[in-house]
Protein backbone atom coordinates (compact mmCIF):
# COMPACT_ATOMS: atom_id res chain seq x y z
CA UNK A 1 0.00 0.00 0.00
CA UNK A 2 1.39 3.62 -0.61
CA UNK A 3 1.72 6.00 1.52
CA UNK A 4 -0.40 8.63 -0.02
CA UNK A 5 -3.41 5.95 0.63
CA UNK A 6 -2.73 5.22 4.24
CA UNK A 7 -3.28 9.18 5.39
CA UNK A 8 -6.52 10.19 4.40
CA UNK A 9 -6.61 13.14 6.52
CA UNK A 10 -5.70 14.52 9.83
CA UNK A 11 -8.75 14.92 11.80
CA UNK A 12 -9.54 18.56 13.46
CA UNK A 13 -11.81 18.08 16.57
CA UNK A 14 -12.00 19.14 19.96
CA UNK A 15 -10.09 16.04 21.20
CA UNK A 16 -7.40 16.42 18.95
CA UNK A 17 -6.81 19.91 19.94
CA UNK A 18 -6.42 18.74 23.07
CA UNK A 19 -3.95 16.26 22.42
CA UNK A 20 -1.80 18.18 19.97
CA UNK A 21 -0.59 19.56 23.48
CA UNK A 22 1.08 16.74 24.40
CA UNK A 23 2.19 15.94 20.88
CA UNK A 24 -0.57 13.81 19.89
CA UNK A 25 -1.95 14.11 16.02
CA UNK A 26 -5.64 12.22 15.47
CA UNK A 27 -5.11 11.00 11.57
CA UNK A 28 -7.57 9.13 9.70
CA UNK A 29 -6.15 6.12 7.91
CA UNK A 30 -7.07 3.48 5.81
CA UNK A 31 -8.86 0.20 7.35
CA UNK A 32 -6.00 -1.70 5.98
CA UNK A 33 -3.20 -0.04 7.52
CA UNK A 34 -1.06 -1.54 10.17
CA UNK A 35 0.94 0.36 12.87
CA UNK A 36 4.09 -0.08 10.95
CA UNK A 37 2.73 0.89 7.59
CA UNK A 38 1.17 4.18 9.44
CA UNK A 39 4.20 5.17 11.43
CA UNK A 40 6.43 5.17 8.11
CA UNK A 41 3.75 6.84 6.09
CA UNK A 42 3.25 9.96 8.55
CA UNK A 43 7.39 10.13 9.08
CA UNK A 44 7.42 10.98 5.15
CA UNK A 45 4.68 12.70 4.66
CA UNK A 46 5.12 15.45 7.39
CA UNK A 47 9.05 14.98 7.69
CA UNK A 48 8.32 13.93 11.81
CA UNK A 49 9.74 11.15 14.02
CA UNK A 50 7.07 9.09 15.17
CA UNK A 51 6.97 7.34 18.82
CA UNK A 52 4.30 5.63 19.15
CA UNK A 53 1.21 4.49 17.54
CA UNK A 54 -2.54 3.57 18.47
CA UNK A 55 -5.20 2.67 16.37
CA UNK A 56 -9.16 2.89 16.55
CA UNK A 57 -11.08 1.10 14.26
CA UNK A 58 -15.05 2.35 13.76
CA UNK A 59 -17.88 0.50 12.87
CA UNK A 60 -20.17 2.34 10.46
CA UNK A 61 -23.45 3.53 12.43
CA UNK A 62 -26.59 2.22 11.38
CA UNK A 63 -30.06 3.66 9.97
CA UNK A 64 -33.08 2.67 9.26
CA UNK A 65 -34.45 4.01 5.68
CA UNK A 66 -37.97 4.84 5.06
CA UNK A 67 -39.16 1.02 3.75
CA UNK A 68 -37.47 0.40 6.83
CA UNK A 69 -34.27 -1.19 5.33
CA UNK A 70 -31.74 -1.11 8.01
CA UNK A 71 -28.18 0.15 6.51
CA UNK A 72 -25.07 0.45 7.65
CA UNK A 73 -22.22 3.28 7.25
CA UNK A 74 -18.56 2.97 6.60
CA UNK A 75 -16.45 1.51 8.83
CA UNK A 76 -13.41 3.74 9.31
CA UNK A 77 -9.95 3.68 11.59
CA UNK A 78 -8.38 6.19 13.05
CA UNK A 79 -4.50 6.35 14.56
CA UNK A 80 -3.40 8.31 17.18
CA UNK A 81 0.40 9.37 16.24
CA UNK A 82 2.29 10.33 19.08
CA UNK A 83 5.45 12.39 17.84
CA UNK A 84 9.06 13.64 19.31
CA UNK A 85 8.47 16.63 21.91
CA UNK A 86 9.56 19.58 19.72
CA UNK A 87 7.82 18.70 16.52
CA UNK A 88 4.58 19.29 15.15
CA UNK A 89 2.56 18.31 12.44
CA UNK A 90 1.53 21.72 10.45
CA UNK A 91 -2.18 21.08 10.20
CA UNK A 92 -3.33 23.79 7.26
Known sequence: MKHAEIIRRVQITEKGTRLACENKYLVEVATQANKIE???????RFGVHVVAVNTQTYKGAQRTLRNRRVVEGAV?????????????????
Not at 38 to 43: D, S, T
Not at 76 to 87: D, Q
Open 38 to 44: IKKAVEE
Open 76 to 92: WKRAIVTVKPGERIEII
